[in-house]
């Protein structure tokens, strides 16, 4: 494949106009089309946007034959169904994280592209950066010594954004900012998990809001991660050594690596390459996998979106949360191909599902943590560090979701952001990027998101 790519965006809200404006800077793509569910939405889009096509249907854009490379802006609920329709017609997807809302549905989608031999990949956008490859190069060095443990947080007020709070589309704080989190630990320490301790606090309707997660390594490391929907954070990441620590300011958009020494004084420092939006890095390997033939990016490889999803599996478990989506999914009631599922498509299993499946999962007792097992093919269990009582989850109103299955995400007023789905609000935005010049991802997303 030679020339520029024809890329294309599912969905209209806030993260799909941060990539749009990304695109306008990549010379290797080209800003081609659009898709909404509201055609007058996807033409306004495209209008204000510069692309050449919009349409008023995700399938009629894939099936668009000039179609390159598809990005997937919409809530976590609908990653499932909208790549495997993007999939069935053989177009390369990069899509918004959380890449699916559990391990099944993305093993399905990665087994799928496989046998269709088309390209996807997750937009987990800190992976693609190069300020990642600086903060590894530091750690490697061993200048703050061996490194012993780390911790991580990041936080939004990000709670008034309703998909945030809705079951249907996959709410809660675990998807949208823990898998930052999650993503930092692993980039930082690897896979080799012993023991996960993790504990939430819950919202009015079962879904959690803030949490802490604890992890200890086979190694003898540790690391302690905090996220939260409900309070804002510094969103630091520090790395502790035997001969000094590493500050990394920013974990949802590396901005700068300090380093210090046993005395504490800063002995280095090291600030993020100038960025467009952020998102370039991402696209740019998009292009560079299609155009070499590969199936995934190096820089977040199948196995890794797996083995992320697999932690947050379980650790849901452990809560006793899951999603009308995945329930459905697993009675076998998932729309199929060439059809997209939406809120309205899971209303028989609802949230008394939900309710009955965390009610049960608080009276199980934690079943013993497997060490054996490779961490890509199977995460330990999460040990249980509490019986304290999931609170009963509200019925969930049985209304069509709006038009855009990201309604959720496009009904959010302008200026907020919502991770990956997009959820937080413009001066949350800020709050990634109070140290970035330009219009920066954070500020589109405190994870990067709003679909």
Request: proline share 5%.
């Amino acid at each position: 494949m030679f020339g520029k790519l024809n890329m294309a965006i599912l969905g209209t809200g806030n993260i799909a106009a941060t990539m749009a404006k990304t695109m306008k800077s990549v010379s290797s793509v080209t800003s081609y089309a659009v898709a909404s569910r509201d055609i007058g939405r996807a033409e306004k889009f495209a209008r204000e946007n510069g692309f050449k096509k919009a349409y008023g249907s995700y399938e009629e854009l894939l099936q668009d034959r000039k179609v390159d490379l598809v990005y997937i802006a919409t809530p976590h609920s609908e990653h499932y169904g909208n790549m495997k329709m993007a999939v069935s017609y053989g177009k390369p997807v990069l899509c918004e994280k959380s890449f699916t809302v559990n391990a099944a549905m993305a093993q399905e989608i990665f087994d799928l592209a496989d046998e269709k031999n088309v390209f996807v990949t997750e937009a987990m956008w800190v992976r693609y950066m190069p300020m990642l490859d600086t903060i590894r190069e530091v750690l490697a060095s061993r200048v703050i010594g061996d490194a012993v443990m780390l911790t991580a947080n990041l936080g939004y007020n990000i709670r008034q954004i309703p998909r945030m709070n809705d079951p249907e589309l996959g709410g809660g704080a675990l998807l949208d900012v823990g898998v930052y989190v999650l993503n930092f630990a692993a980039m930082m320490f690897g896979e080799d998990i012993l023991k996960i301790e993790p504990v939430c606090t819950y919202s009015d309707k079962g879904l959690d809001e803030q949490e802490s997660i604890t992890i200890k390594y086979r190694d003898g490391r540790m690391a302690v991660l905090n996220a939260s929907m409900i309070g804002i954070s510094d969103r630091r990441g520090v790395i502790y050594g035997t001969k000094g620590f590493m500050v990394i300011d920013n974990i949802n958009n590396f901005e700068s690596l300090t380093v210090y020494d046993t005395a504490y004084r800063q002995i280095g420092f090291y600030k993020r390459p100038k960025q467009k939006t952020g998102y370039e890095y991402e696209v740019q390997a998009c292009v560079k996998a299609i155009k070499s033939g590969w199936l995934e990016s190096a820089d977040m490889p199948h196995a890794q979106t797996l083995y992320i999803l697999k932690l947050m599996d379980s650790i849901r478990s452990e809560w006793g949360i899951k999603y009308p989506c995945e329930i459905a999914y697993e009675q076998g009631s998932a729309q199929a191909v060439p059809g997209v599922q939406t809120a309205a498509d899971t209303a028989s299993v609802g949230a008394q599902d939900l309710r009955e499946t965390a009610a049960a999962a608080a009276e199980e007792p934690s079943a013993p943590i497997n060490v054996s097992a490779a961490p890509e093919e199977t995460v330990p269990e999460v040990q249980t560090a509490a019986d304290e009582n999931v609170p009963e989850v509200p019925a969930a109103a049985e209304e069509q979701a709006p038009e855009e299955a990201v309604s959720k995400e496009e009904a959010v007023p302008e200026g907020e952001t919502v991770l990956e789905e997009e959820t937080v609000p413009e001066e949350e935005a800020d709050l990634q990027a109070q140290a970035a010049p330009e219009v920066t991802s954070e500020q589109q997303d405190p994870g990067k998101n709003n679909e």
